[in-house]
């Protein structure tokens, strides 16, 4: 007889890192709550990954309390049960010093990094702690281990995730929950993209070196919730060969 099958929910799985995850998951047969603000790639996926495992979508923006909230609760009953929960919704928006940053860019990092993680963690938690089980992963970055010239702001939203993390360990511990989180260095996705709003140097950004993919991310992700019941992963910091720190990599 098989053991249930366990739900992941997967925020910002439309691309990237939490798209590999999606697919890394199906692959390990765990079943899927697919989330992001993109409702044609959300469908797009579903429709690849349901030959594989049962998967469901909920098209909505994490920064969104209400649409948060009511979204998750809008969950049909075989997918309520979430054992996963991945919070990999996250941006950075610009690359300016602190006197010269944009208060948009200020309030779309934090809104969606800081207050859209913990706004989809309050919706879930609550049925894990009731069932005193569950895992979280929240994925970081090596930003939130070291600061860098005109990181500021998403340096802090990303030290803020680490310190969350920490603080959810902390107070879930006595319910059996486990709280981890992935921090990778430069991943080759559409990030750089969208931190230099589509500018050319968003194309050289991997020039020269191999960063690592999406599917690197992934694999230690499904690691991390692949454990015996008695080990969690709390922290991973994860570079490609090419990286030293936050300001060092070897290029070609």
């Given at each position: 007889m098989?053991k249930?099958?366990k739900v992941?929910l997967?925020?910002g799985?439309t691309?990237?890192?939490?798209?590999?995850?999606a697919?890394?998951f199906?692959?390990?047969?765990i079943?899927?709550?697919?989330?992001?603000r993109?409702?044609?790639r959300l469908?797009?996926?579903q429709?690849?990954l349901?030959?594989?495992?049962?998967?469901?979508?909920l098209?909505?923006d994490?920064?969104?309390?209400?649409?948060t909230?009511?979204?998750?609760e809008?969950l049909?009953?075989k997918?309520?049960?979430?054992?996963?929960?991945?919070?990999n919704?996250g941006?950075a928006?610009?690359?300016?010093s602190i006197?010269?940053?944009s208060?948009?860019d200020?309030?779309?990092?934090?809104?969606?990094?800081?207050?859209?993680?913990?706004?989809?963690?309050r919706?879930?938690?609550?049925g894990?702690?009731a069932?005193?089980s569950?895992?979280i992963?929240?994925?970081?970055?090596s930003a939130?281990?070291e600061?860098?010239?005109?990181?500021?702001v998403?340096?802090g939203?990303?030290?803020a995730v680490l310190?969350?993390t920490e603080?959810?360990?902390?107070d879930?511990?006595?319910?059996?929950i486990?709280v981890?989180a992935?921090?990778p260095?430069?991943?080759?996705t559409?990030?750089?993209?969208?931190?230099?709003?589509g500018d050319?140097?968003?194309?050289t950004?991997?020039?020269?070196?191999?960063?690592?993919?999406?599917?690197?991310?992934?694999e230690?992700?499904y690691f991390?919730v692949?454990r015996?019941a008695?080990?969690?992963i709390a922290d991973?910091l994860?570079?490609c060969?090419?990286?030293?720190?936050?300001?060092?990599?070897?290029?070609?």
């Amino acid at each position: 007889m098989n053991k249930t099958k366990k739900v992941a929910l997967i925020t910002g799985a439309t691309s990237g890192i939490g798209h590999a995850t999606a697919f890394e998951f199906a692959k390990q047969g765990i079943d899927l709550v697919l989330c992001g603000r993109r409702l044609n790639r959300l469908e797009t996926i579903q429709k690849v990954l349901s030959k594989l495992i049962n998967v469901h979508i909920l098209n909505f923006d994490v920064r969104d309390k209400q649409e948060t909230f009511k979204a998750i609760e809008s969950l049909p009953d075989k997918f309520r049960r979430i054992d996963i929960l991945i919070n990999n919704a996250g941006n950075a928006h610009g690359l300016d010093s602190i006197d010269e940053g944009s208060l948009e860019d200020w309030d779309a990092m934090m809104d969606i990094n800081v207050k859209g993680l913990l706004y989809v963690s309050r919706a879930i938690i609550p049925g894990m702690t009731a069932r005193k089980s569950g895992q979280i992963i929240n994925i970081g970055s090596s930003a939130g281990k070291e600061v860098y010239p005109k990181g500021n702001v998403y340096c802090g939203s990303k030290h803020a995730v680490l310190a969350i993390t920490e603080g959810m360990r902390i107070d879930l511990n006595t319910y059996g929950i486990k709280v981890g989180a992935i921090n990778p260095g430069l991943v080759e996705t559409e990030f750089s993209k969208v931190r230099f709003k589509g500018d050319k140097i968003a194309n050289t950004v991997y020039q020269g070196y191999k960063a690592l993919q999406p599917e690197d991310v992934a694999e230690v992700i499904y690691f991390a919730v692949s454990r015996p019941a008695h080990v969690n992963i709390a922290d991973v910091l994860m570079f490609c060969t090419a990286q030293a720190s936050s300001t060092i990599v070897n290029k070609e």
